[in-house]
């Protein structure tokens, strides 16, 4: 319905002209305009006039060279007689206190006279109206732009102005095509996009779309590229703003960005209205005494009553996004409102492998390059996590002078994304290295000797720019929904592995396995508290609250007594799990001294590289007589 040419331009776009914002700018030009103004006032009052001594003055009349006198207040301008060899010309003099100047004027029978000096009108526009004129001009157009904050000013004067940026749609914009796996967001989508086309079939009908959808998903899961792709297919404009940008700056403004929000999309309708961050202006609200939310709440009530009051057949659509859907207000949940949930998850394995090659489009990409390989080692990244691994793994390829992005480029990627990029200039000293080798290597040998534990597919003691001394990666087959009480038990026990191996080799512990510990209580506690899986609580939820995407934990519900018995069951299965590795570890003595000295070696083993050596030679040649 609405043609892209119908999008009348306001100079919103964000490739339309900006007026320069810097104050020196103006400053500068006003001067310089200025000192033009003046020395052309200067030149045109003078003309072609030469300037003399009074002494000179009086020596041409008395040789008769002065045909006229134009006496003003302290000045005499005079014109001089034409003679043969020069043309008459124009002087000017100071007027000195002289009585006799009249008496010698007319002795020499010169014409003279007084001049009262009335400016010409062009002298007065020049001197005076000009400038005020260029001066009013700059001060309005200063003060406008100060206030144009919605045109793509500096907004600091933009009380009311919502600040919404407007992206005109262009065939640049965002297509279905760029946003990978979400198919089930984007099959939600697809009816907005056709009532965007055609808000009339719908009316006929009767049927009423919905008014806006929450998107709903961890950070950097293509929220925003979504709503774009939902702009860019049906062909309107998509205003972006982000809740905060409702709650900042000056009290009492927050309501009125949203009206004018909603002024601007009644404008341009049909269009999306994007509201990231939404949970900024849409969190419950309190009901115990008077809140400092004051502002936040005028801003909501406005929201709603905006959301209330569009015409639906327009075609506006509100898009919201947040990923901490739990604290936002039910009446902005209810139908009519934000009454569709849209969930824009982590991407699972083949999503994955779908982000890494859009994104790889218009990268010079090896043709071997195995895209599955990476989205298996990538378990639990967002979209823009791909992206940005896609991107570092370019940059490394210019910097190793590869003719194109090659695997390796990829997994060195990988590594630097999740675990900072490698700290080669980092000085270990031997022993310790020794330590954080057979650290490592416990990790592993445990892993590759328990039943439920991933496999391992690399080992690495190069310390890392994230303060990691190493580490043993593990990456599952395919992802896992659903994980077993006997999986968390095998990761319980992996991660108690290299504090175990340490005791058992060296017969003392270090601050290596801090990480690990933080890891292990985080699992032992869920364990408990939520996921019904101690022998004491049995399927009793002792703790509430917790962000489902943030991986924020919530709070206890439960009594002190049971907060006790709790950290006694957390310390149970730790210390387990740390007797369980320790035995392991003594079964496989000699495999943990010979790997450890392989790895102190090469530094770094891949998976299968470690299985062969530890499938070489059969376990239990040597006691685990320490070293
Ligand atoms: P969110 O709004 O959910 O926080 P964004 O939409 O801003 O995340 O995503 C950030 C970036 O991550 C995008 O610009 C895009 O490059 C990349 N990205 C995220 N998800 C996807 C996806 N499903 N397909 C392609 N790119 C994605
Ligand atoms: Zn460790």
Redesign the pocket.
């Known amino acids: 319905m609405s043609e892209q040419k119908g999008n009348n331009k306001q100079g919103i776009g964000p490739r339309k002209f900006r007026p320069p914002t810097n104050p020196w700018f103006f400053i500068l030009l006003a001067l310089a305009i200025m000192v033009g103004i003046n020395s052309i006032t200067m030149m045109s009052l003078n003309g072609a006039v030469q300037v003399v001594d009074y002494s000179e003055f009086t020596k041409m009349v008395e040789d008769g060279q002065v045909e006229s006198v134009e006496i003003s207040s302290g000045m005499i301008t005079f014109t001089s007689k034409s003679g043969l060899l020069r043309s008459a010309a124009r002087y000017q003099t100071v007027a000195v206190e002289d009585q006799y100047l009249v008496e010698r004027l007319l002795k020499n029978g010169v014409n003279f006279g007084g001049k009262v000096s009335r400016p010409s009108f062009f002298e007065i526009l020049l001197v005076y109206v000009l400038p005020i004129a260029f001066y009013a001009v700059m001060i309005i157009w200063i003060v406008r732009m100060f206030k144009g904050g919605a045109k793509g000013g500096i907004g600091a004067l933009n009380f009311g102005k919502s600040g919404a940026k407007l992206y005109e749609v262009s065939d640049a914009s965002k297509k279905f095509s760029?946003?990978?796996?979400?198919d089930e967001a984007k099959e939600a989508l697809i009816e907005l996009v056709d009532f965007l086309h055609q808000p009339n079939k719908y009316k006929a009908m009767g049927a009423k779309l919905p008014k806006g959808a929450l998107l709903v998903?961890p950070?950097?899961?293509?929220?925003?590229?979504l709503a774009q792709a939902v702009a860019g297919e049906a062909g309107v404009p998509f205003f972006f703003v982000s809740g905060s940008a409702f709650v900042e700056m000056f009290v009492g403004t927050g309501a009125a960005r949203v009206r004018d929000l909603f002024k601007q999309a009644n404008e341009k309708a049909p269009c999306i209205v994007f509201i990231?961050e939404i949970d900024a202006i849409g969190k419950k609200r309190d009901t115990i005494g008077i809140s400092a939310n004051d502002e936040r709440e005028q801003a909501l009530n406005q929201l709603l009553a905006e959301m209330d009051g569009f015409d639906p057949s327009k075609g506006i659509v509100v898009l919201g996004?947040t990923n901490r859907p739990e604290i936002l207000d039910k009446a902005l949940l209810r139908p009519g409102r934000f009454d569709r949930r849209i969930i824009?998850d982590l991407?699972d394995l083949k999503g994955r492998e779908a982000?890494l090659r859009?994104?790889a489009r218009p990268i010079r990409m090896d043709k071997d390059v195995d895209y599955a390989a990476i989205a298996k080692a990538t378990v639990g990244a967002?979209?823009?996590d791909l992206?940005n691994i896609v991107n570092e793994a370019a940059l490394r390829a210019v910097r190793m002078d590869h003719h194109a992005v090659l695997q390796e480029d990829l997994e060195a990627s990988v590594e630097t994304v999740i675990a900072g990029s490698e700290r080669k200039s980092l000085v270990v000293p031997e022993k310790e290295k020794r330590m954080i080798a057979c650290h490592e290597i416990g990790h592993a040998l445990v892993a590759a000797r328990q039943k439920n534990a991933a496999p391992v597919h690399k080992i690495t003691i190069i310390p890392r720019t994230s303060g990691a001394l190493g580490f043993t990666m593990q990456v599952d087959e395919e992802d896992r929904v659903l994980l077993s009480r006997e999986d968390l038990l095998a990761r319980l026990t992996v991660l108690s592995a290299g504090r175990a191996a340490e005791q058992f080799m060296f017969g003392t512990c270090t601050t290596g396995a801090s990480n690990d510990i933080e890891q292990m209580t985080k699992i032992a506690r869920s364990m408990v508290t939520r996921y019904g899986m101690s022998s004491k609580f049995g399927m009793m939820s002792l703790e509430s609250g917790g962000s489902a995407y943030l991986g924020q934990e919530g709070r206890a519900i439960c009594s002190s007594e049971s907060a006790a018995v709790v950290d006694k069951e957390v310390a149970a299965l730790v210390s387990d799990a740390f007797e369980n590795a320790s035995r392991i570890l003594k079964e496989n003595a000699s495999h943990l001294t010979r790997l450890t000295n392989y790895l102190l070696e090469k530094e770094t083993l891949m998976g299968d590289e470690f299985m062969e050596i530890l499938d070489a030679e059969p376990a239990g040649t040597a006691d685990g007589d320490g070293a």
Not at 178 to 182: E, L, N, R
Not at 219 to 225: A, R, S
């Open positions: 760029d946003v990978a796996g979400q998903g950070p950097g899961t293509g929220k925003t590229l990231d996004a824009v991407p982000v859009v994104h967002s979209g823009a992206a």
